[in-house]
């Protein structure tokens, strides 16, 4: 026998219950015979008198779908026939009365049972109903009929985040940024239901580990020993695993934890968000292994220590660009990654590859102007001095209101230095001027501008 809900089916009578009870099974008999329309009958009457029971709602819309071959558009002119009905809806749903709402979104789907505006009009009414259950239930048809509707996803998330299922929240969210990439109020929904998922997470971990605190405390039990006992039973917990190399992450031993994720991916071999924290595990050992070795170098520049900081450097590159070749393979279209790799390859002299990289990356408002400083000095490293100059100058405008940021006072510095080895003394000295105006003191500026003077002095000021 169905499952009865809290609401409506609680106030029936022992009777009516017993009447819808034997429609339902009636409905499920002639259903599963192939006559669609007889146990259409029945299951209306189910769903009419019952509208929170969630079993007699999905029997009702799989039946139709059944009558209709799953065509996924309904009876022919379905729009046109329901004409009236939609008429009614819409005007029961003007003056929230909500049982009609859904009298009349029933009529509709008889129609078409794929009608993702209906099902959207009878999901809000089913929950300012009481009628959870079927209320979500009739939101996620919706969404199935049309999965990148803003509305119906805005809708559905908000519903879903105060009954604290926060994943499928988050899916809604997703699917309205995969529509819409820029919507300022998707993106920052995600954010907080991601932490609302966090914090629901740790607060239940919280009660399990206090609970076995107790337990594990008599036992004499380390906490690695807690966790190691735990992956024997459990060795495919992927939670498990991730709570224990961060428990290495948290003490700073960062070896147990590149071991610990490196044993995890022998669980887990093609988990990418293990492998991304592998490599940036490898690299963060080879950086403070690399920063040891150096403060070692200061105060002992030996041979064999120059060797071993060679060495440490090697390590130190090979992990980086191991780590930004797989956030790449994970992301290829990541502009903050591109710049990351044209940044390292600035670094290792390869400015021709560093620039396709960066200029992949230029598109991007927020690191516009970083990217256009970096080609510069690119292309200012291969001697392309006036391509060099005009990506300064783009890296100027992209930065706006923030030249008086470390990057900005840098573009304008560059530019006029290049300006005036180009001899365009003009624009080097508008450049000059610019800067002091924001940091007199910064580097030489002040006697750069003398010279600058002098030579448009002797020039005639016609440089």
């Not at 004409?83 to 509709?108: H, N, P």
């Not at 970083?370 to 100059?389: D, G, N, S």
């Given at each position: ?9 609680a ?33 209306s009457?189910?769903?009419?008198q019952?509208p ?13 779908r059944?009558?209709?071959g ?10 046109l ?25 029933a009529e ?18 089913s929950v ?5 259950d079927?209320?979500?239930?009739l939101?996620k ?34 699917r309205?940024?995969n ?85 995890a ?14 490599d ?6 080879a ?8 403060e070692?170098?200061k ?76 080609i ?42 290049l ?23 910064y580097?030489?500026?002040a ?17």
């Amino acid at each position: 026998m169905p499952q009865e809900e809290n609401q409506p089916n609680a106030q029936l009578s022992p009777a009516l219950r017993a009447r819808l009870q034997k429609c339902y099974e009636f409905g499920n008999q002639k259903m599963q015979a192939g006559e669609y329309d007889y146990a259409n009958e029945m299951f209306s009457q189910c769903y009419a008198q019952a509208p929170g029971n969630l079993i007699y709602l999905q029997s009702f819309v799989a039946n139709l779908r059944m009558k209709y071959g799953n065509n996924k558009k309904g009876a022919s002119f379905a729009k046109l026939k329901g004409g009236t009905a939609r008429s009614q809806l819409k005007i029961a749903e003007a003056r929230s009365k909500f049982e009609d709402v859904l009298k009349s979104g029933a009529e509709l789907l008889k129609l078409n049972p794929w009608d993702s505006a209906v099902f959207f009009s009878m999901g809000k009414a089913s929950v300012a109903l009481g009628y959870d259950d079927t209320g979500l239930a009739l939101l996620k048809h919706a969404i199935d009929s049309d999965p990148n509707n803003i509305e119906i996803n805005r809708y559905a998330a908000k519903e879903l985040a105060q009954r604290e299922l926060f994943d499928d929240a988050i899916a809604c969210c997703q699917r309205i940024l995969n529509a819409k990439s820029s919507d300022y109020e998707a993106s920052n929904q995600m954010k907080d239901l991601l932490l609302q998922k966090t914090m629901q997470h740790m607060e239940r971990k919280k009660t399990a580990a206090e609970k076995e605190a107790e337990e594990h405390a008599a036992n004499n039990l380390t906490e690695e020993d807690v966790f190691e006992k735990k992956l024997a039973k459990t060795p495919d917990d992927r939670d498990l695993w991730l709570d224990y190399i961060q428990f290495f992450n948290m003490k700073g031993n960062r070896r147990k934890e590149e071991d610990t994720i490196r044993r995890a991916l022998k669980q887990f071999p093609d988990d990418k968000s293990l492998q991304l924290r592998y490599d940036d595990v490898r690299r963060e050992r080879a950086r403070g292994e690399l920063s040891r070795i150096e403060e070692q170098l200061k105060s002992n520049p030996t041979d064999a220590l120059k060797q071993k900081f060679l060495e440490a450097k090697k390590a130190f590159d090979e992990a980086t660009l191991s780590l930004i070749q797989r956030k790449l393979a994970a992301n290829p279209n990541s502009s903050s990654v591109r710049f990351e790799f044209g940044q390292f390859l600035m670094g290792h002299g390869k400015f021709r590859e560093a620039i396709g990289e960066l200029q992949k990356a230029q598109q991007d408002d927020s690191i516009k102007g970083a990217c256009f400083l970096a080609i510069a000095q690119c292309f200012e490293k291969i001697k392309q001095y006036k391509l060099a100059l005009s990506h300064y100058e783009k890296a100027i405008s992209a930065f706006g209101a923030n030249l008086d940021s470390e990057q900005g006072k840098s573009a304008l510095y560059s530019c006029a230095l290049l300006a005036a080895g180009l001899r365009d003394y003009k624009k080097a000295e508008g450049l000059l001027e610019k800067l002091a105006a924001i940091d007199f003191s910064y580097k030489n500026v002040a006697p750069l501008l003398d010279k600058i003077a002098e030579k448009l002095n002797n020039s005639g000021g016609n440089h």
